[in-house]
């Protein structure tokens, strides 16, 4: 079956260290998406990548980055950088269709959950 | 700028209530509107969407339309069932550039 794989599903942390999320996909996306998800605050978006070896921030690249070597895979790494890592991270992938109202719809992994001891 | 509100949650229905989820939206020109639902512990999941205007989207008997005049898309259901207790995310995106912007989310509880 195609989707989307994360891991690790738990991960924790000390103060310092960085992490890094793995996220692969086989639905043959063009483009991927990391999310953070926080209690009450809804997703907001790190990094995406339309195309291998590009990527742009989101609304709250600080402390994070990406690489997209590969159309399968866009490991997002916490760096020591990011003052309060400890949420819900979460990849998705789509199609891009820039001209076609609707159509890019995401399709999410299950999720990584990172707490930082 | 673009934005998504819904109203804020928790709710707690019974069984086989009635549900409305409220979502409302700020954007200039004509974004396309989504539903998503998020399981404990999973992912998110696309649970319907809407591409124009009055256009009513549909699934697993929930349904929302696409109000322009309004600028909402509140998402309602029949008769809920305790496998619908999950958070409920409303997002829009826009047909240029492929990125959406979410809600900040509404918890339900469906209670036996």
């Known amino acids: 079956d195609g989707g989307i794989t994360q891991s690790p599903k738990y991960l924790f942390r000390k103060e310092g260290q960085n992490v890094t999320l793995s996220c692969e996909q086989n639905?043959?996306?063009?483009?991927m998406y990391w999310y953070r998800q926080d209690p009450g605050q809804g997703l907001r978006l790190i990094y995406y990548?339309?195309?291998?070896?590009?990527?742009q921030k989101g609304d709250i690249a600080e402390g994070y980055s990406v690489s997209r070597e590969k159309k399968e895979s866009f490991p997002l790494t916490v760096t020591s950088a990011q003052k309060n890592p400890t949420a819900f991270y979460l990849c998705?992938?789509?199609?891009?269709?820039?001209?076609?109202?609707?159509?890019?719809?995401?399709?999410f992994g299950a999720g990584s959950r990172l707490t930082v001891l | 700028g673009n934005s998504v509100t819904q109203m804020e949650g928790p709710v707690t229905l019974s069984e086989e209530a009635f549900l409305t989820i409220n979502c409302t939206y700020t954007?200039?020109?004509?974004?396309?509107l989504f539903w998503y639902v998020q399981y404990p512990g999973e992912g998110l999941q696309l649970l319907l969407k809407?591409?124009?205007?009055?256009d009513k989207g549909s699934n697993k008997g929930f349904e929302a339309t696409y109000r322009k005049e309004t600028t909402s898309f509140h998402l309602e259901k029949g008769s809920v069932q305790v496998s619908d207790s999950a958070v409920y995310f409303c997002?829009?995106?826009?047909?240029?550039?492929?990125?959406?912007?979410f809600g900040q989310g509404t918890e339900l509880s469906v209670k036996p």
């Open positions: 990548s339309q195309i291998v070896n590009d990527f």
């Open positions: 954007a200039t020109g004509y974004p396309s």
């Open positions: 639905l043959n996306h063009d483009a």
């Open positions: 809407a591409t124009k205007a009055d």
């Open positions: 997002a829009l995106i826009y047909n240029q550039g492929g990125k959406l912007i």
């Open positions: 998705a992938s789509s199609m891009w269709i820039q001209e076609i109202s609707g159509a890019n719809v995401l399709t």
